[in-house]
């Protein structure tokens, strides 16, 4: 049969689009803009669903196509993913070296040195050159079937760049970034969830999401460092062999003629493992050669020619100064060591968190104490232990402070603490405490909420003190003449932070929605149902409209939503009921408050304002500049006044005069509107 043009038009955009992922995710060297990605991204998914019968399970569309399951499949791995013994210290990294060289009856062994990433083990299947099945590693023999969620992994190729006969089974680490931790954290921190430790829990928490759409937004990658059913004889060659296929290998890896070499590359990364944007825990150290693999074997579940170096944990000594008791957004009371600050892996440590008063007693740690602290999994700062340990050794006890209590007034406004039988927090109960309001204030002008620019913490503490705003809908209320009266406050800058405040009453759903402070409900489960009650609500809805639409929803109706179970619609319908929360929400109602709607059917992951700074200049015809703004902003992209090296794109309807003289001096891409709305239409589609 003869290829149709939609037929060969498809497969070459494949091919540019593995083509472009590959010397993204690979090589770290792109060479198409990512404009121009999208518009082949856009063009295949176009011509996809015109024509159905092209579509293939390893289309670069694909990637985020499986449905949300309720659990993961057993996979039995063809040989066992092994673990590896560790080594604490340079004499453990020698006795290893010496059992090699006499096992195998030779001096020159020769190791592969590669770190040990932080992450998740994962195999991958490979039949004929084409992704066939993820799973984690589990207890070893069987692990959990998570190829949808992989499958969104975009540096895992769905094809290998040759199409090598049988089956080939790859292994590495499923790790997150630095930054996407970071994130997760403080998003989760914002859902009043317990933050991930380490970046590993993070990665299995994302991996093993129910829904691939969940997973996608974790930019989650994976470096690969072992396979079998290659054809290959030694560690290092296999790395080589892998990348030529298309799979991606950590290139901090370095071959060691023998152990001193091998201690020098420990020692090297012992402190460079910190401006790495990933995390790492180790060294990983390898006998090179298969044949001499295959000679040392394995014990019990772990090879005897590898070994893992662990970096010692981050600990340090010092003093606790105070122990302070936080409020939170929710009220939540959490006792805080001040501690003597103390260098801690690189970072300067103050505060350690105690977490809650069990903790406290577990440790049974007192003002005045030493204390070991340490960064756990390198990063949140705890308190390990009261050293020398308060148990009694049998000599003289020493002068200690008194045992910590938590206060029963709330140390912010005095109101009543309460505890909950069963419960392991206490909470303030005062819904007007200044310190729920003020994080909550605090909160509502965040970049993921209103993001007003200005207003931060000491403005807010003023605000508060002078009894100005009480709720965050009070700032939308704010005159001139009261800013202007505030300490430091000029003509100008009263006037700035006004016109900001103003500015920000039309903002996209999702941000109003994350602004409001719901438990449980954080910044992505708010695009998620800004994108549900879209679909429900008139074309320009007043926010009126918008709360009534939720009021009006079942907790059913909002279990349909992405992220949203049982318990978060339960806490969404909790707080529409809440007569507190009414009354602010009726306030941001009488402010004038505006939501923008995301466009139907957008992902914002997917539109080409994702992650960029767009700058509009001139006059625009078909709708306001506020408006273009804010729908920039729904799709995942800045806004932003100005033109600088920061900026990807400048629209420039008439009369766009000095800001389109920067953006051609520094080469930046200009489009005029008809160009913009194209862009926005090819999105709406
Ligand atoms: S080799 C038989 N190499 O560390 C070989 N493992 O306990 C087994 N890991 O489960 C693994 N980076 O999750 C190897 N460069 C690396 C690694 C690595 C991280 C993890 C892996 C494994 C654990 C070993």
């Known amino acids: 049969m003869v290829p149709s043009d939609a037929q060969r038009r498809v497969v070459?955009?494949?091919?540019?689009?593995?083509?472009?992922?590959?010397?993204?995710?690979?090589?770290?060297?792109?060479?198409?803009?990512?404009?121009?990605?999208?518009?082949?991204?856009?063009?295949?998914?176009?011509?996809?669903?015109?024509?159905?019968?092209?579509?293939?399970?390893?289309?670069?569309?694909?990637?985020?196509?499986?449905?949300?399951?309720?659990?993961?499949?057993?996979?039995?791995?063809?040989?066992?993913?092994?673990?590896?013994?560790?080594?604490?210290?340079?004499?453990?990294?020698r006795a290893f070296d010496a059992r090699s060289r006499k096992a195998l009856g030779r001096d020159d062994v020769g190791y592969v040195c590669e770190l040990k990433i932080d992450g998740l083990a994962i195999n991958l299947t490979y039949v004929d050159g084409r992704f066939t099945q993820g799973a984690t590693r589990g207890d070893g023999s069987v692990g959990e079937d998570v190829t949808g969620n992989l499958r969104t992994i975009k540096s895992i190729p769905l094809t290998l760049r040759e199409k090598v006969g049988g089956r080939i089974d790859v292994r590495g680490e499923v790790y997150l970034p630095t930054a996407a931790f970071d994130a997760t954290n403080r998003e989760r921190l914002e859902r009043d969830e317990p933050p991930f430790a380490n970046p590993r829990n993070a990665a299995a928490g994302a991996v093993r999401q129910l829904d691939p759409a969940q997973t996608a937004k974790r930019n989650l990658a994976m470096w690969v460092y072992s396979a079998a059913g290659l054809a290959v004889d030694s560690q290092h060659a296999l790395l080589a062999r892998v990348r030529e296929l298309g799979l991606r290998t950590n290139p901090n890896v370095r071959q060691a003629r023998d152990v001193d070499a091998?201690?020098?590359?420990?020692?090297?990364?012992?402190?460079?493992?910190?401006?790495?944007?990933?995390?790492?825990?180790?060294?990983?150290?390898?006998?090179?050669?298969?044949?001499?693999?295959?000679?040392?074997?394995?014990?019990?579940?772990?090879?005897?020619?590898?070994?893992?170096?662990?970096?010692?944990?981050e600990q340090a000594m010092t003093t606790v100064e105070d122990i302070k008791v936080s409020v939170g957004r929710t009220g939540v009371l959490t006792p805080v060591a001040w501690l003597a600050p103390v260098l801690v892996g690189g970072t300067t440590v103050r505060r350690a968190t105690l977490h809650n008063l069990a903790e406290v007693r577990r440790l049974d740690v007192r003002v005045g104490d030493r204390v070991v602290i340490q960064r756990a999994g390198d990063v949140i700062p705890e308190v390990v232990r009261v050293d020398p340990p308060p148990v009694e050794t049998g000599k003289r006890k020493p002068r200690r402070g008194r045992p910590f209590e938590m206060p029963e007034a709330c140390p912010v406004c005095a109101g009543a603490v309460e505890h909950r039988e069963g419960e392991v927090a206490y909470r303030c109960a005062n819904p007007a405490c200044p310190a729920k309001t003020g994080q909550r204030i605090g909160h509502f002008v965040s970049r993921g909420g209103f993001d007003i620019e200005g207003v931060g913490g000491a403005l807010i503490d003023q605000l508060q003190t002078r009894g100005l705003v009480n709720d965050p809908g009070d700032l939308f209320l704010l005159t001139k003449e009261q800013l202007l009266d505030l300490d430091r406050f000029a003509e100008k800058s009263a006037a700035n932070i006004y016109d900001r405040i103003q500015a920000a009453k039309r903002r996209p759903l999702g941000r109003i929605i994350n602004a409001l402070g719901i438990a449980q409900v954080g910044w992505s489960t708010s695009e998620d149902l800004a994108v549900w009650l879209a679909s429900r609500l008139p074309a320009d809805p007043t926010l009126a409209q918008v709360f009534e639409a939720l009021r009006s929803a079942s907790a059913d109706a909002l279990q349909t939503i992405n992220g949203v179970g049982e318990?978060?619609?339960?806490?969404?319908?909790?707080?529409?009921?809440?007569?507190?929360?009414?009354?602010?929400?009726?306030?941001?109602?009488?402010?004038?408050?505006?939501?923008v709607l995301p466009v139907p059917g957008a992902l914002s992951a997917a539109s080409p304002f994702t992650g960029r700074t767009v700058v509009f200049t001139g006059t625009l015809e078909r709708r306001t500049r506020e408006d273009a703004e804010a729908l920039v902003r729904s799709l995942g992209g800045k806004a932003a006044g100005s033109v600088s090296a920061k900026t990807d794109l400048v629209v420039a309807g008439p009369g766009g005069g000095s800001k389109l003289d920067q953006a051609k001096q520094l080469g930046v891409k200009v489009v005029d509107e008809e160009a913009f709305e194209a862009m926005l239409a090819a999105v709406q589609r």
């Not at 825990?281 to 005897?304: C, F, M, T, W, Y």
């Open 567 to 595: 318990k978060v619609a339960e806490a969404i319908r909790a707080f529409l009921n809440d007569a507190s929360e009414i009354t602010a929400m009726d306030k941001l109602v009488s402010a004038g408050v505006v939501p």
């Open 262 to 313: 091998v201690l020098a590359f420990i020692a090297e990364w012992e402190t460079t493992r910190h401006d790495l944007d990933y995390g790492t825990d180790g060294i990983v150290v390898k006998v090179d050669r298969v044949a001499d693999q295959e000679v040392l074997g394995s014990v019990s579940r772990s090879p005897r020619w590898a070994i893992a170096y662990k970096f010692p944990a």
């Open 12 to 93: 070459e955009l494949r091919a540019r689009i593995e083509k472009a992922n590959y010397q993204y995710h690979m090589l770290d060297a792109p060479t198409i803009d990512d404009f121009a990605y999208d518009a082949l991204m856009r063009e295949l998914q176009d011509l996809e669903a015109k024509h159905p019968e092209l579509v293939e399970p390893d289309s670069p569309t694909q990637r985020v196509g499986a449905p949300a399951s309720s659990r993961f499949g057993p996979i039995e791995h063809l040989n066992p993913m092994l673990s590896l013994s560790n080594a604490f210290d340079e004499a453990e990294v």
